[in-house]
Structure formats: C-alpha cells, structure tokens
C-alpha cells in the first residue's frame, strides 16, 4: 500500500497537478565545492563569527528597516537601479543598546554562476547555486539611502527579534539554493505560478512574513516594489535529475541538448563567442520555444511562450499579523 500511494504522490508531482513546485528543503547545508568560487567578492566578508544572530533583551525595542540598493552597485554605481534590479535586505537598529545590523541573503558565488551551470571539459554540468543569509555590525546609510531605499516598516521586541533569530538560522541551514527565474504562464494574476524565486526579495519577503507571524504590526503607509526576472512558459515538462539526464541509459539526444543550452550562457566568453551565444540563446527561447530549467536539483523542460523574458518591479504589500 506505501509503494502505491509514493507512485500517486510521485504521479502528482511529475505531472504537475499542483503548482507552484514546493521549494525543497534541506537538513544542512552541503560543504563547498572547491570549484565553486565567488568571483570579485567573497561571500559576507565582514559578517559576524559563523554568521550567528546577536541576541537582545527580550524587552528591548528594535526598529526594522527594508533596504533597497541597486544590483552589482559596487561596479556599475547606480545604473542598475534605472532598468529596476534591486537588491534587497533588512535592517535592525536595537534602540537600548544603540547597535545595529543589517541582514541579507545572496549568493555565494554571485548571480551568473548560481543562475547558470558550468561546461566542464568531459561533457557534464556543475552548478555552483547555493544561497545563504549574512549578517553583519551596523548600518551603510549612504549606500543604502543614496541610490535605493533605506525607511522603517516596523519596530519589534528583543523577545520578538530572537524567535526571528532562531527562525532565520533554520531558514538558513535548510534552504542551501538560489533561483534567479519566477516561472508562469503569461503575465500578470491571470498567469500560473509554475515556479517561485529564492534570491535576496524572497528572503526579505518571507522574514517579514515571519515577523508578522510573532506579532509586528508593520506599517501599512510604507509600499515597497521587488524585482523579479519572469521566464513565461507553457506547463512544464518534467526531465529528471541529473544521475537521470547523464546517468547510465540516459537519452542521450536530450543530454546534449542540455550540455549545448548552457554552453551559450558561459561566463569569460570572448567578444565574438558571446554574441554568437546571444544568438543561440534567442533561437532556443523564441525561435525553438524551449528553455531548459533546474530547480530542487531537477531539470524541466519549458515550453516557452511570449513575452518569454520579462523583468518586472512590482509593489508587494507589506504583510499583517
């Protein structure tokens, strides 16, 4: 009866008679694989000791703040905040103590690499896509307020701010991946939610989900938009994992149809190379329909519809006990 009813749940699942797909949660975070490396800045540089939350006095009284600042600022200044990519964090100032922190989640290996796998040389995918929360001492009210957004949304108890605390390292240590895209059917709320994103809004939009649950009262005066990168997409078709898609016996028709789709998002691509690549890639989204998409470790195929690729910045509301 057990091995019939996990082949239902199995059936459901592939099929996709439930959507959105649940994001999959993890008992730990994996090691790091050497291989992956973060690039121009390392992961949290001056983040505190094992990344571990301060603790307050449960009488204490902390504001909370969103932050908003432009992608990759630390290199473009504030040009990405003109086409609405916004990185997102959260601010908290102990007003006992006068200390404050601020909170993100990112990648740890930055963006390309945790939104594209590796070709490596004997024919397979390495993905590097793991994301995690850092907190670090105080509060950069230039780089925050200058080009983005730095305003109070809520003031908390340390009792409050600890649970938060205890809340956020679980978060942290069972939910170990990034994913750039949002998946649906068409744009706007007639469209079904295929896929949702973990990056740096969901975190910031599920923290003050769980802030509101333990009792801030956030205010409702204060409205905040968040970017999100849309892929539009027929419903999606189930592959398998990769011990599936480049195991022993797999297809391999679709295994190279998958290696030739992410060799045309390699980053360290010469001139020439990645324009041919930007061609490739529009002949395979708009042209062949098709995008090949990993989540939870497991690969779809998308049958891709117009507009295909949309980046979108829309208001989310702030959320009520």
């Given amino acids: 009866m057990q091995s019939i009813i996990f082949f239902l749940l199995f059936l459901v699942y592939v099929n996709g008679d439930t959507w959105p797909v649940a994001y999959k949660r993890y008992e730990s975070r994996p090691t790091t694989n050497p291989y992956c490396k973060a690039g121009v800045l390392p992961f949290c540089p001056t983040g505190r000791e094992s990344n571990t939350m301060p603790k307050f006095n449960a009488t204490d ?98 009792e409050m701010f600890n649970d938060f605390g205890n809340w956020s390292e679980w978060d942290n240590n069972t939910g170990i991946y990034y994913e750039t895209w949002t998946v649906a059917s068409e744009p706007g709320e007639a469209g079904k939610l295929w896929f949702a994103p973990n990056d740096c809004a969901s975190f910031v939009l599920r923290a003050f989900q769980k802030m509101a649950d333990l009792g801030a009262e956030f205010n409702q005066s204060v409205h905040l938009n968040y970017t999100k990168i849309f892929l539009y997409s027929e419903e999606p078709i189930h592959l398998g994992p990769a011990s599936v898609i480049f195991g022993p016996g797999s297809n391999q028709t679709l295994t190279k149809d998958i290696l030739l789709f992410y060799s045309h998002f390699q980053s360290h691509q010469d001139v020439g190379h990645l324009l041919e690549s930007l061609l490739q890639v529009y002949i395979e989204v708009v042209a062949e329909h098709r995008f090949y998409f990993f989540y939870n470790f497991e690969y779809w195929l998308l049958p891709m519809v117009p507009p295909y690729v949309r980046l979108t910045y829309d208001e989310i509301p702030l959320p009520t006990p």
């Avoid at 902390?62 to 600042?69: D, G, P, R, W, Y």
């Avoid at 504030?78 to 404050?100: C, E, P, R």
């Fill in 61 to 158: 009284r902390v504001e909370v703040f969103a932050l908003k600042a432009p992608v990759w600022e630390f290199k473009f200044g504030k040009l990405l905040a003109d086409f609405n990519i916004m990185h997102d964090a959260i601010g908290f100032n102990n007003l006992n103590t006068g200390l404050n922190y601020t909170m993100e989640w990112y990648e740890l290996f930055q963006l390309f690499n945790c939104t594209f796998a590796h070709l490596l040389t004997n024919n397979t995918l390495k993905w590097c896509n793991q994301g995690a929360s850092c907190i670090y001492d105080g509060i950069n009210d230039k780089h925050w307020s200058q080009n983005g957004t730095l305003v109070k949304v809520a003031e908390i108890t340390g």
